[in-house]
């Protein structure tokens, strides 16, 4: 036995965390609901492990155990590999390949070109692998442009499809899932009104990455949840003139089969993948960049808010650790955070802009606003409570 299994068997880990000494931890990827996602070294070279809290899936092992079969079987060119998993006393860790080429629209925005036609074979390989996983009974339920990620920086590394998060397996074909999950404006009218939900969901969202690309904006843009399911039930989707004038028909007709309210209508992946707009040749060369940089530029500032939702996350996760001698959340929130590849504003040295500082201080006043009108509310509650208490003791 080797001398960290027998440090491992005296401090009462499981057999697995041996090989947590073969990763050497770096920077936090990102933090959601169960733990947090980061970079790490490994005997194959550069990795992403996520560290799930144990007591977080109390009662839901199953989740933890369904997602590591699921990653296991996936082979697919344009999805992300399946490395390993361990365990600790109170983590698992999930080890997958990490793609290092950055986002799409991050990687679109460093060309001197971005046409429609090639906009048209970039979704062919999402959808390639939205089709492997559907043919494979998994509904990825998060698809969105910061899960497009490129394997590496070579300029023709592949693009591949990340974070299986609340991806979920489908026992049986008509299974249905009614948990809310997706990222809000990506979310398909079903998820939000939290019906049942299978496949179509990914169709839905594969619309409005599609239309979102081809313009840069969303198709659906409330910012309040009620009108946005309203926007999205009525599924009025408009091609401006000003942006959509030198787009193809084809186009149109590819985003127009996805965005359909009703699930039974929209586009399977197999039709989705037939359909003549992804062969390219009806695709114009109308340069897309200009909108898409416009995109990235209003994206950036809202990922200086989500920075602070994302240490906020990892701090409250710290605070849940059972293992101080053996910590894997970082002792800095912030800097993880901003640290992170995702919050980056594009200069690749991670630096916050003065716009994003100013968003993420609106923030944080906003939320501090939002507490005390919380607590003043209770407070009045409380007294009214109260009043009528003793207005029937009285009375009585």
């Known amino acids: 036995m080797s001398f960290t299994g027998?440090?491992?068997?005296?401090?009462?880990q499981p057999d697995s965390y041996d090989k947590k000494?073969?990763?050497?931890?770096?920077r936090t990827l990102g933090a959601g609901t169960y733990?947090?996602?980061?970079e790490a070294n490994g005997p194959t070279g550069k990795v992403a492990i996520k560290i799930i809290l144990k007591k977080n899936v109390k009662g839901n092992e199953k989740m933890v155990w369904d997602e590591l079969d699921m990653l296991q079987r996936l082979k697919h060119p344009h999805i992300v590999r399946f490395v390993d998993w361990f365990e600790s006393r109170d983590k698992y860790y999930i080890v997958t390949e990490l793609a290092t080429g950055g986002e799409l629209f991050d990687r679109i925005c460093e060309q001197g070109k971005f046409t429609e036609k090639d906009a048209s074979q970039t979704i062919k390989q999402v959808l390639g692998a939205v089709d492997y996983l559907h043919r494979n009974n998994v509904v990825h339920r998060d698809l969105k442009p910061e899960n497009l990620l490129y394997l590496s920086k070579e300029p023709d590394s592949d693009l591949v499809l990340a974070d299986f998060g609340i991806a979920k397996m489908l026992d049986t074909k008509?299974?249905?899932?009614?948990?809310?999950?997706?990222?809000?404006?990506?979310?398909?009218?079903?998820?939000?009104?939290k019906k049942g939900h299978g496949k179509p969901v990914d169709m839905w969202s594969m619309g409005v990455i599609t239309y979102t690309l081809l313009c840069g904006y969303s198709p659906f843009r409330s910012e309040n949840l009620q009108d946005l399911i309203d926007e999205c039930s009525n599924a009025s989707v408009v091609f401006h003139d000003r942006y959509w004038k030198d787009v193809s028909e084809d186009a149109k007709d590819f985003i127009l089969h996805l965005l359909q309210p009703d699930p039974d209508d929209r586009s399977t992946s197999q039709q989705a993948m037939e359909h003549t707009w992804l062969r390219g040749e009806s695709a114009t060369d109308h340069n897309l960049l200009p909108e898409i940089k416009a995109y990235m530029a209003k994206a950036r500032l809202k990922r200086g808010i989500?920075?602070?939702?994302?240490?906020?996350?990892?701090?409250?996760?710290?605070?849940?650790?059972?293992?101080?001698?053996?910590?894997?959340?970082?002792?800095?929130?912030v800097t993880a955070a901003r640290d992170s590849p995702k919050e980056t504003t594009g200069s690749g040295k991670g630096r916050l802009t003065k716009a994003m500082k100013g968003a993420i201080f609106r923030e944080v006043v906003m939320a501090k606003v939002r507490e005390m009108k919380e607590q003043e509310q209770t407070l009045k509650v409380k007294e009214e409570v109260e009043k009528e208490a003793k207005r029937k003791s009285f009375s009585g």
């Open 6 to 12: 027998l440090m491992s068997r005296l401090s009462g």
């Open 21 to 26: 000494s073969k990763y050497r931890f770096g």
């Open 35 to 38: 733990g947090i996602v980061r």
């Open 174 to 193: 008509d299974e249905v899932l009614t948990t809310m999950a997706g990222s809000f404006g990506y979310a398909a009218p079903e998820v939000m009104l």
């Open 306 to 333: 989500e920075l602070v939702k994302l240490a906020n996350r990892i701090e409250a996760l710290k605070m849940q650790e059972d293992d101080p001698e053996n910590p894997d959340f970082p002792d800095d929130a």
